[in-house]
């Protein structure tokens, strides 16, 4: 990665309401009891409640289509904290919508020493194995943090609020880390109204993670990245030199979500290239802004994921099921994301293509193409990711499709949904919506073809 590069910066445009979703229905709350302000409660600065409101509208299954109605009798600064949060925003009775829009650039550098490059004076959040393994020293205004998918939580935010009044610092913050760092600490700064600015240092986070405003953390036991806030940063700069110390799996894993964007830009070629730099790392710079871009586009057109943005979910609905079950099954070694999206896209485009959406041509080559990458786990992988010496097994089937659903309470719908591939760039519609309705019968057919080819 010693070669010189200059690449042209990306200028990102993006607009939306806040709150993100128009309510389509409102759901009236009872009266519930809220208790006393929690020490949780206390360190983010949330009212008294809040927690409680938010347990309860996950128990209760609610999703993004309902706005909060709150009966008179309940005090409501809980309750519209938690709306603000509950998967990223819902609507509350009588709000109005005010419209935000804004510009941020994602600048590509060549980073000689971070230890200067880094703000001196402005509160540096960063991660702590990347600054180990780029010698980033100790200072007033830098915090080291080390973070995973479990501790990936409202603690930690709060933590890193309380560590970051301590500082007496403020805007803007600079973030440096993988997405899941990203993820945590932009939400903390959204929440206490701060700017930010984005440096990530992992390829998944360079392609995904810093692009497209979605900031939040895991919520135990409703799931991942169940609250959270859209935020977009002032500014995101890139640079590739960070991926020097970057663990080979973790470069694997964020290449498969660069090559799911190639396949929705409609470029065959850039998806093979990007499918062979498995190896050749040196040339990522060459198509690093292209891959960037598809996503920065998508999500300009369709900010809140009310149509297009839900194509950037392909490949994920099977990956979410396995990243589950390998993490129940094999805590130890488990599936990573973008492994996890490898095989999910290995499967959608065969389910795409057994289905009769997508055309033998495009199903071919895109089948050749990840399967002759290292993009894509082996089935052997797969099987010890899950614990299983059999992927037909029945038992197994019927946890994935658990997984796909979301969870056990889904089950009576005997269906589920997909976004499926017609073409290179052409995500499947039905009625304007991205996601198709999958029979449970359709999926495990489809399941066992791709399983039976697959290992051969
Ligand atoms: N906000 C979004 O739109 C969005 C999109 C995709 C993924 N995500 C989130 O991103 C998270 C995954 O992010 P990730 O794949 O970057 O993982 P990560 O943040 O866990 O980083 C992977 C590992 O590599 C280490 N690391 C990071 N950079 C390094 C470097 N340069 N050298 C050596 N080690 C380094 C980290 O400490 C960590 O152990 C998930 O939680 C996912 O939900 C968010
Ligand atoms: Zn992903």
């Known amino acids: 990665m010693s070669t010189p590069y200059q690449i042209a910066p990306l200028s990102v445009s993006w607009a939306m309401p806040d709150p993100p979703m128009p309510a389509q229905e409102y759901f009236k709350w009872p009266d519930i009891a809220l208790g006393a302000t929690t020490p949780l409660e206390q360190k983010l600065g949330w009212p008294g409640g809040t927690l409680r409101v938010l347990d309860e509208a996950f128990q209760r299954q609610l999703t993004r289509k309902y706005g909060w109605e709150i009966s008179s009798k309940s005090r409501q600064a809980p309750f519209h904290m938690a709306a603000r949060v509950f998967r990223r925003g819902v609507a509350m009775k009588d709000q109005k919508a005010e419209q935000k829009a804004g510009q941020y650039r994602i600048r590509f550098i060549k980073a000689l020493n971070w230890n200067d490059l880094l703000p001196h004076t402005q509160l540096c959040i960063i991660d702590q194995a990347v600054a180990e393994a780029h010698d980033i020293q100790a200072r007033p205004n830098r915090i080291f943090m ?4 479990q501790s990936k939580t409202l603690e930690s935010v709060a933590e890193l609020r309380v560590l970051a009044k301590k500082t007496g610092l403020h805007t803007p913050w600079t973030i440096v880390g993988g997405g899941i760092l990203a993820d945590t600490a932009a939400f903390a700064a959204a929440l206490d109204g701060q700017s930010f600015r984005l440096v990530p240092t992992t390829l ?253």
């Not at 979605?214 to 590739?240: D, M, R, W």
């Not at 038992?395 to 269906?415: C, F, R, Y």
């Open 146 to 149: 080390r973070l995973d998918e």
């Open 204 to 456: 998944l986070s360079m392609v995904d993670a810093c692009i497209g405003g979605k900031t939040g953390v895991n919520f135990s036991p409703y799931g991942k990245n169940q609250l959270g806030l859209f935020a977009f940063p002032q500014e995101v700069l890139i640079a590739l030199d960070w991926l020097t110390t970057l663990p080979p799996r973790e470069y694997l894993a964020g290449l498969a979500e660069g090559w799911k964007h190639a396949v929705l830009r409609g470029d065959p070629a850039l998806a093979e290239k990007v499918a062979q730099l498995d190896r050749r790392t040196q040339d990522l710079h060459l198509y690093l802004r292209d891959l960037v871009a598809v996503k920065a586009e998508i999500v300009a057109q369709d900010p809140t994921e009310q149509g297009l943005r839900a194509a950037l979910n392909l490949g994920h609905t099977l990956a979410h099921a396995i990243e589950r079950i390998s993490q129940d099954k094999n805590p130890a070694d488990s599936i990573l994301h973008g492994e996890a999206v490898g095989i999910g896209l290995l499967f959608c485009i065969d389910m795409s293509h057994t289905l009769g959406h997508l055309n033998d041509e495009a199903w071919q080559a895109m089948t050749r193409q990840l399967k002759e990458s290292r993009i894509v786990p082996s089935p052997a992988d797969l099987q010890r990711f899950l614990a299983t010496d059999d992927l037909l097994n029945p038992g197994l089937m019927q946890e994935l499709l658990v997984g796909i659903k979301q969870d056990k309470k889904n089950m009576e719908s005997h269906a589920s949904e997909w976004v499926l591939l017609k073409d290179w760039g052409k995500p499947l519609q039905d009625r304007g919506r991205y996601t198709i309705t999958v029979s449970d019968d359709d999926w495990r057919r489809c399941y066992q073809s791709f399983i039976k080819n697959w290992a051969q």
